[in-house]
C-alpha cells in the first residue's frame, strides 16, 4: 500500500516507459576487478566450500565461522539482546535465533550469493566462503546459450569465482546420498580449475581439494555391514581427490581432520611467501581492530527489487553480488570488505523489506532474510535507504524502514534510484530530492532535511555522489561536541524561548553536557524531571539546524539536578514558648482575644501579663 497524501511528482508528465535490464548482460559487461578477498591477503587462507544443492555447505559455514572475529564493534547505544524500536512495524515472525550466520533451511537452494568471513578452528583463523549449490543444470546454464541471463548462471559464476581464488576447497557432499550425477559434473568441473594458477597474484601454485562427507554423526555408519556409506566412501574415493573425511557439520563431528589440513595448508602458504611459522592469527586480526580508522559499516537498505544489488555492484565495480529484475535475488546478508580511496568500508547487501501481511505463512526463508537485513541494519553506522523513483510514492513500509534505522540510532542516507525513468527536461533530479525530502518531512518531522542522492545505479549515473554523503554522514554522526559550545546554544535557545512552568514554578535549564555520540546524545540538567515533548521537539529542531544533525536521531535526557542540601534537613524541634509552634500560637490567641494581628517586634499583653510582672 502507498502513502497517498499526494504524489512526489506533481510535475511529472513522461509516460512509463519499458526498463530493458536484459537480464545480466549489462552486470557482466562490468570489469572484474582482482581485488583480494583478505584483508591480509598475502598470510590468509583462502577456503571455499563447494559441493551439491543441500549437502550442508552453509551449516559447516555457520560452524567453522568466528563469532568474536566477524562481530562488528559494539556501538554505545546497542544493547546485547534488544530489539529494534520499530521492529514491530518492519516484522518478522522471528522463526530461529541465528547470530549472522548464514541462512540454513531444508530447502535445496537457500544459499545464492557467495558470503565471505573470517573462519577460525583451533588456533588459525583464515578466510571462509560459502557457495550456492553446484549442479548439472546450473553448469549448463553458465557455459551454455543464455546463461548470462539466467539466476543459475549468475548463481554458477559466483561459486566459480570463488573456486579460483581460493587456495582450499572443501568438496561437501551428502555421505547417504553418495555420488550423484550433480556431484559427479562438479567434480568433472573441479578437475579442470584444480591445476590452473589462481586469479589472486600467487604464482603458479596448485589449489588443494578435499572431500568430506557429511551427515556421518557417531561412528555407527562405521561399523553396519549392510550400509550404504562405506560403498559411498569408496566410490568418492575413485574420483582423485583422495580419500573423504567423514564430518558431521551440524554436531561437529571430524572437526580435528579438517583443522589439522587448515593448518597444514596455512603453514606452508606463509613459508612460502616467506612469512614466519609461528605466528598467532589473532594478534593480527586484532591489530587490525586497532587502526585509528575502523571500518564505516554500511548497510543498503530498502523494499524488494529497488536495485539494492545493482547499486552495490556499481559501487565495486564488479559483478560481486547477484542482481536482475526478478524480486527477491537476495537471501543472505552479504559484507563485503572495501576500499574507498584508501578508507576501509564494509558495505553489506541486504534482502529486501516486505511487510508481513504481504509474505508467505510458509516462506521461512524470507523470514530468515527479512531478520538477516534486520540484524545488519543494527550493526550499521550508516544506513543507506534505496528508493524506486519509478514508482512516484514513498511507500509505507520504507517509511517504516526509515523510521527503525532513526529510531535504532543510525544515521540516514536516502539512494533515489532509476533516476533515468523520470528525468527530463521539466523535471530535474533537484526537484525529486526536494520531494522526498517534503514527504518524509510530513510523517517524520525529526528527519527533515535527510540527505538525498538521486542517482541511476544501473547507468551508473551520479552513483559516484553517494560514497562523500555517507562519509559526512558519519562524521556528523560521530562528533562531540565541546561543553561551552553547547552551553552558549543553550543561552541562546532560553532567551528566545523559555521552557514552560510546572506546578507553579518556574522551569530552570541550568547546562547540558554530551554524554556520548554514535548517536549524539545530551543531558540537560533541570530543577525538574522532565521537560514538556513539545519544548523537547523545539530544542531537537533548534538543534538540528544549529549543528547541522539532520538525517539522524538527536537524543536529548533530562536529568533533575541536585537539590538545595539543606531542602529535606529536619526541622529542630522546639519546646516552649520558642520557634515557629509558639509564635503560631501567640498570634492565633491575640487574633481571637483583641481581633487583630499581633505586629512584628511586639509582644502580647498576655506574654506580658504571664512572663513580665516580676520585673
Known amino acids: 500500500m502507498s502513502f497517498t497524501t499526494r504524489p512526489l511528482f506533481s510535475l511529472w508528465t513522461r509516460p512509463n516507459t519499458f526498463r530493458s535490464w536484459a537480464g545480466f548482460s549489462r552486470l557482466t559487461a562490468f570489469p572484474i576487478n582482482q581485488r583480494n578477498i583478505g584483508t591480509n591477503i598475502n598470510s590468509e587462507l583462502i577456503v571455499s566450500i563447494l559441493g551439491p544443492p543441500n549437502a550442508g555447505k552453509s551449516t559447516l559455514f555457520n560452524r567453522l565461522m568466528c563469532k568474536e572475529l566477524n562481530r562488528a564493534y559494539r556501538l554505545g547505544s546497542e544493547k546485547k539482546g534488544g530489539k529494534t524500536r520499530s521492529q514491530g512495524r518492519i516484522g518478522y515472525r522471528n522463526p530461529s535465533k541465528r547470530a549472522g550466520g548464514a541462512i540454513v533451511t531444508p530447502v535445496a537452494g537457500t544459499t545464492r550469493d557467495r558470503r565471505e568471513c573470517i573462519g577460525k578452528i583451533g ?21 551454455g546459450k543464455g546463461g548470462k541471463d539466467s539466476l543459475d548462471g549468475a548463481m554458477i559464476r559466483q561459486t566459480m569465482e570463488a573456486a579460483r581464488k581460493s587456495d582450499l576447497v572443501l568438496l561437501l557432499f551428502d555421505a547417504r546420498v553418495g555420488v550423484t550425477s550433480d556431484l559427479s559434473e562438479t567434480i568433472r ?3 579442470k580449475i584444480s591445476n590452473s594458477p589462481k586469479a589472486i597474484g600467487d604464482g603458479d601454485t596448485k589449489r588443494e581439494i578435499v572431500v568430506l562427507a557429511n551427515k556421518l554423526e557417531g561412528d555407527r555408519w562405521a561399523s553396519m555391514d549392510n550400509d550404504v556409506v562405506m560403498d559411498n566412501l569408496t566410490e568418492i574415493s575413485r574420483c582423485g581427490f583422495g580419500e573423504a573425511i567423514p564430518i558431521s557439520a551440524e554436531h ?8 589439522s589440513v587448515i593448518h597444514k595448508l596455512t603453514q606452508e602458504k606463509r613459508e612460502r611467501l616467506g612469512l614466519p611459522l609461528q605466528n598467532d592469527e589473532d594478534e593480527e586480526f586484532d591489530k587490525n581492530d586497532d587502526d585509528t580508522e575502523k571500518p564505516l559499516q554500511l548497510a543498503v537498505l530498502g523494499q524488494i527489487n529497488v536495485g539494492k544489488s545493482t547499486l ?30 584508501k578508507r576501509p568500508v564494509q558495505i553489506v547487501d541486504t534482502a529486501g523489506l516486505r511487510r508481513g501481511m504481504k509474505r508467505e505463512r510458509t516462506n521461512e526463508i524470507e523470514d530468515l532474510a527479512v531478520l538477516d537485513s534486520i ?16 514508482s512516484r510514492f514513498i511507500h509505507r513500509q520504507e517509511l517504516a524502514i526509515a523510521d527503525a534505522v532513526v529510531r535504532e540510532g543510525r544515521a540516514l542516507v536516502i539512494a533515489a534510484n532509476k533516476m533515468d525513468l523520470i528525468v527530463d527536461a521539466d523535471y530535474t533530479k533537484e526537484d525529486f530530492a526536494r520531494a522526498v525530502q517534503e514527504q518524509i518531512e510530513l510523517r517524520y518531522p525529526m528527519l527533515r532535511k ?5 542517482m541511476s545505479s544501473l547507468h551508473k549515473k551520479n552513483v559516484n555522489n553517494l560514497m562523500p554523503v555517507v562519509f559526512e554522514a558519519r562524521d556528523r554522526w560521530a562528533r562531540t561536541i565541546p561543553t561551552g559550545m553547547l552551553n552558549r546554544w543553550l543561552e541562546e535557545v532560553l532567551d528566545e524561548h523559555a521552557p514552560p512552568s510546572q506546578e507553579g514554578r518556574p522551569t530552570k535549564v541550568k547546562y547540558i553536557i554530551q554524554t556520548k555520540g554514535r548517536p549524539p546524545t545530551f543531558l540537560l540538567f533541570c530543577n525538574v524531571t522532565s521537560l514538556p515533548a513539545n519544548y523537547i521537539r523545539y530544542l531537537t529542531r533548534h538543534f538540528q539546524d544549529s549543528f547541522s544533525m ?13 537539590e538545595n542540601p539543606y531542602a529535606d534537613k529536619k526541622k529542630p524541634k522546639v519546646t516552649g514558648i520558642g520557634g515557629w509552634q509558639g509564635r503560631q500560637k501567640r498570634l492565633v490567641k491575640e487574633l481571637k482575644s483583641t481581633g487583630t494581628v499581633l505586629q512584628k517586634g511586639k ?10 510582672h516580676k520585673s
Do not use: H
Open 550 to 562: 539532520f538525517g539522524m536521531e538527536v537524543r536529548l535526557v533530562v536529568k533533575k539536578s541536585a
Open 252 to 259: 561437529g563431528d571430524g572437526m580435528a581432520e579438517v583443522a
Open 375 to 390: 540484524r545488519a541494519m543494527k550493526l550499521a553506522d550508516v544506513a543507506v535507504l534505496v528508493l524506486d523513483a519509478q
Open 123 to 143: 588456533n588459525v583463523a583464515f578466510r571462509l566462503v560459502d557457495t550456492a549449490g553446484v549442479d548439472g543444470e546450473k553448469l549448463d546454464a553458465a557455459f
Open 603 to 612: 509582644k502580647s499583653r498576655t506574654f506580658k501579663r504571664r512572663y513580665c
Open 312 to 341: 552495490v555492484n556499481a559501487l565495486l565495480g564488479e559483478e560481486r553480488v547477484i542482481a536482475g529484475e526478478t524480486p527477491g535475488l537476495t537471501r543472505d546478508a552479504i559484507s563485503v570488505s572495501w576500499l574507498y580511496k
Open 450 to 454: 535527510t540527505p538525498v542522492v538521486p
Open 189 to 191: 568441473w573441479l578437475r
